[in-house]
């Protein structure tokens, strides 16, 4: 990292920005789809993308299922697979 003295003024400091959604559900599926559509792309199977909505480490696919429940996640995995991932 390179050495800089920290400016109060900084143009390209990092500033976050939060949205209203319409449907909460509505923006859990767009975003758990795109998760499932890159990872299967790479290769992934659908049991090993299942996982990462099980994982902590994932905290947005985690926090989808969370809000949504597993049915939520498998039908989603399920849809772009055309296979269940429960077995």
């Given at each position: 990292?390179?050495?800089?003295?920290?400016?109060?003024?900084d143009p390209m400091?990092l500033?976050?920005?939060?949205?209203?959604?319409e449907?909460q559900?509505?923006?859990?599926?767009?975003?758990?789809?795109t998760?499932?559509e890159?990872y299967?792309l790479?290769g992934w199977?659908?049991?090993?993308i299942r996982?990462?909505f099980?994982?902590s480490?994932?905290?947005a696919c985690s926090?989808?299922?969370?809000?949504?429940g597993?049915?939520f996640?498998?039908d989603l995995i399920?849809?772009?697979?055309?296979?269940?991932t429960?077995?």
């Amino acid at each position: 990292m390179a050495d800089k003295t920290f400016e109060h003024d900084d143009p390209m400091e990092l500033v976050g920005h939060t949205y209203p959604v319409e449907s909460q559900q509505g923006h859990d599926r767009a975003a758990a789809q795109t998760f499932i559509e890159e990872y299967a792309l790479m290769g992934w199977p659908a049991a090993r993308i299942r996982g990462l909505f099980d994982s902590s480490e994932y905290t947005a696919c985690s926090d989808i299922k969370r809000r949504q429940g597993e049915a939520f996640v498998d039908d989603l995995i399920a849809s772009v697979f055309g296979v269940s991932t429960n077995g």
